[in-house]
C-alpha cells in the first residue's frame, strides 16, 4: 500500500469558545426520548488502510484506536485456489509473526502458513507471496507449499551490489516493487513474483522516489512505462495532476493529497489517462486515506466535512476510465456541547466541530414527533472566542433560537457586546452593537426580534428584518421584565399584576392585561395567546385567548414557557419538570431526572431547552456530545401568523434578486404560495415547508411557462398545513408588484 499522507490545510487562528465539563452521572428519562443525536466534529477523519483486497478492506483512524473491516457491496470474491493461483491471492491477508507469515483467504477462511528460513529477513508480502532478503543480500520469494513447507524461489536479476531502500505494494499480487541504490544512482524494479525475475524499469531517480503500478503500469517521479515493455525501453513522461502519486487503475494514474491548496479551493482526486494524457477529476474535496487495492482498484476518501465523510471504491471503467462507487462511511468523532437551542422543529447546538479549535452552530431536523430526520448540518461560519460567559453560565455562548432558521447570540469584543443572529447560511452573521454595553443576556425573542437585558440597566429590542445585511435597534428602555413574541413587546404596567403588550412597528399600546400576580413581575414570558409571569416565589400563566388565570409551580431554577406548557428546573433535585396548563388547569409531572454535577449556577439554562414553536424539549443526557429529546405530549395551538415580511423588490423581482417575503407562524408547516394576474390566473405555484416556523419562498417573476411574466400588481395567496395535522390550515392574502 502507498504510505498515507497528512493534509495540512490554513486556518485562521483563534482560541476555542469556552467548553463545558462533562457531567459525572447520566441522565435518567422518566418519559423515554424519542430520539437522540449526537454533536460530531466537521473536521474530516484521516485513515489508513491496513488491507485492501477483492472482498473488501481493513482501516483505522490515522491517529490509532480499533481497525473496521468493510465488505464491499455485491461482489462475489474470487474462490480460494491455494498458492499456486497467485490471482486468488487478490483476497489473501497476511498477519506476520516472528519468522511466520500466515496467510488468510478471507472469503473462505481457508488458511496457509511460510515460514521464514533461518539467515532471510522479512522484506514485504502481498497476496500468496513473501519476499525476504538473505545475508548475502539475494532477494526470495516464499510461498506455502500443499505438503505444508515453504517453497523458497531466489530472485534473479537484481544487478550485483543492489542495496533495496524500500518495497513497495501496489494494485497488484504478481508484482512486487523494489527500490534500490547502485552507485549512488537510485532506480526501481518489479519482481515478478510468479517466476521471482526482477527487471529494472526506471533509473535515475531521487532517493526516496513515489512508486504505484499496477500489472499495466509502472510510474515513479515523472515517467510511465508499460510492464510488459521490451527490455530497454524508456519511460515516458505523462500528464499529471496535483499532489502525490497514489495508484493507478487501469490505464488511469490516480493524484492526489496536494501540499498546497490554494485558498477558496478544495483538494481533488484526479485521473490522468496514460494513454490520451487526459485530466479529469475522480472525487471532489478528497483527501487524506488513499491507496491501491490488491485487485488494481483503488480507495479514496471525499465528501464535503466529516459529518459526510466516506470511502469510495474505484476501478477501472469499459470506456478506460474510472468509475467510483461508495462503499462505507466514516464515523465521525463525537465533541462536546457548549449550548442548544430549540424552535420550529429545529434542534441548534453548538460546539468546536469544526476542527483547530474553532466552534459553530450545527443543526439537525426534527419531526412533528420530535424524531430527528436526517443528519448533523453546518448553519454558520466558524466562530472564535469573543462570546459572552458570565459566571456559573453552562451555555456558552448563549442561545436563543428565534423559530425562523436563525439562532441569535452574544459577541464580545474589546469588551462591548453585539447582539449577532446566524443560521440561514454558513457565510454570514448580521451583528448589532449595544453601544458599549456589556455582561448581558438575551432572555427571549423571536423572528426578528432579539430582546437584549445589558449589563448596564439597558434593556433593547434589536431587529434583523428580512432582505438586508444589517440590525437595527428599535427600542431601547430601562431594563425590566420583558418579552417578545411576534411583534409584540409585553412589559410590566403601571399597576401592580399588569402587563402591557407595545407593538414594535408602530409603538401603540395594543393590550394591557390583569394578569393576577401579586407583584411587578419579575419574569415575563410569551408564547401565543400565553402570558407567563413570576414574583419569584409565586408564578402563573393568563390565557388571553379565554381570560384564565392559571397558577404553576414556582421556585428559583430556571423556567421556560412553551406552547400550553412549563418547563422547569429544580436545582436541587436536579429534576427537569413539565407543568401542562392547555386545559386550564396544572399538572407537573417529572420529565427527566438530570445528570447530579450542576453544569449551571447561572442566569440561563444551558443544558436543556423547549421548543416554543409547537415542539418538543432536548437535553444534554450525560453523554459527551449527545442530546435527548423528549416528546411534550402537550397539544399545539392551531396553526396562525405572527408577523409578515412581504414588501416587493424595487426594480425587480429577477432571477438573481428574487421577491423572498417571510410569513412567520407559530409552528412548523407545509406551504403553497399562489401568484395570479390581475384577470385571476394563477401565473405561478411555489411549495415547500418551514424553515423552523417561517415561510420562505423565493419568486423570480418568472410564470409556470418558463417566461417573464409582465410588469403589474400580482395577488398572492398563501395557505399552510400544520406538520403536526393540529387545527386547520392557514390562508393568508396580499399582493405584490412586478416592475
Not at 384 to 401: F, H, Y
Not at 649 to 668: A, C, D, E, H, Y
Request: hydrophobic share 35%; with cysteine; charged share 15%.
Amino acid at each position: 500500500m502507498t504510505r498515507s499522507r497528512r493534509l495540512g490545510l490554513a486556518a485562521l487562528g483563534g482560541a476555542v469558545a469556552l467548553t463545558c465539563a462533562l457531567p459525572v452521572t447520566p441522565a435518567q428519562a422518566v418519559d423515554s426520548p424519542v430520539g437522540t443525536v449526537r454533536l460530531s466534529t466537521e473536521k474530516r477523519i484521516e485513515i489508513v488502510y491496513q488491507w485492501a483486497g477483492a472482498s473488501g478492506f481493513q482501516y483505522r483512524s490515522a491517529t490509532g484506536g480499533s481497525t473496521t473491516w468493510v465488505d464491499y457491496p455485491g461482489v462475489v470474491p474470487p474462490a480460494h485456489a491455494g498458492p499456486d493461483d497467485l490471482a486468488t491471492g487478490t483476497d489473501v491477508v497476511n498477519t506476520r509473526s516472528g519468522s511466520t507469515v500466515t496467510q488468510r483467504h478471507r472469503s473462505t477462511n481457508v488458511t496457509a502458513t511460510v515460514t521464514i528460513p533461518a539467515g532471510q529477513t522479512y522484506a514485504a508480502a502481498v497476496g500468496w507471496s513473501v519476499l525476504t532478503r538473505d545475508t548475502a543480500g539475494t532477494l526470495h520469494v516464499l510461498r506455502a507449499a500443499t505438503d505444508g513447507t515453504t517453497a523458497d524461489l531466489p530472485v534473479t536479476g537484481l544487478p550485483a551490489g543492489a542495496q533495496p531502500t524500500a518495497y513497495v505494494t501496489g494494485g497488484s499480487v504478481a508484482h512486487l516493487a523494489v527500490v534500490y541504490t547502485l552507485d549512488g544512482t537510485t532506480s526501481v524494479g518489479l519482481v515478478a513474483l510468479a517466476d521471482g525475475a526482477f527487471r529494472t524499469y526506471v533509473g535515475g531517480l531521487s532517493a526516496d522516489p513515489e512508486v504505484v503500478f499496477n500489472d499495466r503500469w509502472l510510474v515513479t517521479g515523472s515517467g510511465a512505462i508499460r510492464v510488459d515493455a521490451e527490455p530497454g525501453t524508456q519511460p515516458a513522461s505523462y500528464t499529471r495532476g496535483p499532489g502525490h502519486l497514489e495508484a493507478v487503475v487501469g490505464d488511469q494514474v490516480l493524484t492526489g493529497n496536494p501540499d498546497f491548496i490554494p485558498g477558496g479551493t478544495q483538494p481533488a482526486l484526479t485521473a490522468g489517462s496514460l494513454v490520451t494524457g487526459t485530466l479529469t477529476t475522480v472525487l471532489s474535496a478528497s483527501f487524506g486515506g488513499m491507496g491501491p487495492t490488491l485487485d488494481g482498484g483503488a480507495l479514496a476518501t471525499a465528501g464535503p466535512s466529516g459529518i459526510d465523510w466516506n470511502i469510495h471504491r474505484i476501478t477501472p471503467a469499459e470506456d478506460g476510465s474510472v468509475s467510483t462507487e461508495k462503499v462505507a462511511r466514516i464515523p465521525a468523532y463525537a465533541v462536546g456541547v457548549d449550548g442548544l437551542a430549540l424552535a420550529g422543529g429545529e434542534l441548534f447546538l453548538y460546539g468546536a466541530t469544526t476542527g483547530g479549535g474553532y466552534g459553530r452552530f450545527n443543526s439537525f431536523q426534527l419531526d412533528a414527533t420530535g424524531r430527528p430526520t436526517g443528519q448533523q448540518t453546518p448553519r454558520s461560519p466558524f466562530l472564535i472566542n469573543g462570546t459572552t460567559c458570565l459566571p456559573g453560565d453552562a451555555a456558552c455562548p448563549q442561545l436563543e433560537a428565534a423559530g425562523d432558521g436563525r439562532v441569535s447570540y452574544l459577541w464580545t469584543s474589546e469588551g462591548k457586546e453585539s447582539v449577532v443572529s446566524t443560521g440561514l447560511d454558513t457565510s454570514t452573521n448580521r451583528a448589532e452593537p449595544t453601544d458599549g454595553d456589556a455582561g448581558g443576556r438575551i432572555p427571549g425573542g423571536s423572528g426578528r426580534y432579539v430582546l437584549y437585558n445589558g449589563g448596564s440597566g439597558t434593556q433593547r429590542v434589536v431587529d434583523f428584518p428580512n432582505g438586508t445585511t444589517g440590525a437595527t435597534t428599535v427600542l431601547t428602555r430601562p431594563r425590566t421584565a420583558a418579552a417578545v413574541w411576534g411583534q409584540v413587546l409585553w412589559t410590566p404596567g403601571t399597576t401592580q399584576g399588569s402587563v402591557v403588550g407595545t407593538h414594535l412597528k408602530t409603538g401603540q399600546t395594543v393590550s394591557t392585561v390583569a394578569t393576577g400576580a401579586p407583584c411587578t413581575p419579575t419574569d415575563i414570558q410569551a408564547v401565543n395567546t400565553w402570558l407567563y409571569w413570576s414574583c419569584g416565589s409565586t408564578a402563573g400563566v393568563y390565557d388571553r385567548a379565554t381570560g384564565r388565570k392559571i397558577t404553576v409551580p414556582a421556585d428559583n431554577g430556571p423556567a421556560r414557557l412553551a406552547d400550553g406548557y412549563l418547563l422547569r428546573e429544580n436545582r436541587g433535585t436536579h429534576q427537569l419538570l413539565l407543568t401542562d396548563f392547555h386545559t386550564g388547569t396544572a399538572a407537573t409531572r417529572t420529565l427527566v431526572q438530570l445528570p447530579y454535577q450542576d453544569w449551571n449556577t447561572g442566569g440561563s439554562n444551558g443544558r436543556w431547552a423547549v421548543d416554543r414553536f409547537g415542539g418538543h424539549i432536548a437535553y444534554l443526557n450525560g453523554t459527551n456530545g449527545e442530546v435527548s429529546i423528549v416528546n411534550s405530549g402537550v397539544p399545539a395551538s392551531a396553526l396562525a401568523q405572527m408577523e409578515a415580511q412581504t414588501d416587493a423588490v424595487p426594480f425587480g423581482p429577477t432571477i438573481s434578486v428574487p421577491w423572498r417575503p417571510v410569513w412567520q407562524l407559530n409552528k412548523p408547516a407545509t406551504w403553497t404560495l399562489t401568484l395570479s394576474n390581475s384577470g385571476g390566473t394563477v401565473v405561478r405555484t411555489l411549495t415547500g415547508s418551514t424553515q423552523g416556523a417561517a415561510v420562505r419562498p423565493a419568486w423570480d417573476a418568472y410564470g409556470k411557462d418558463g417566461r417573464r411574466v409582465i410588469s403589474g400588481t400580482y395577488a398572492w395567496k398563501l395557505t399552510a398545513q400544520p406538520r403536526d395535522a393540529e387545527g386547520p390550515a392557514l390562508t393568508v392574502t396580499g399582493t405584490t408588484t412586478v416592475n
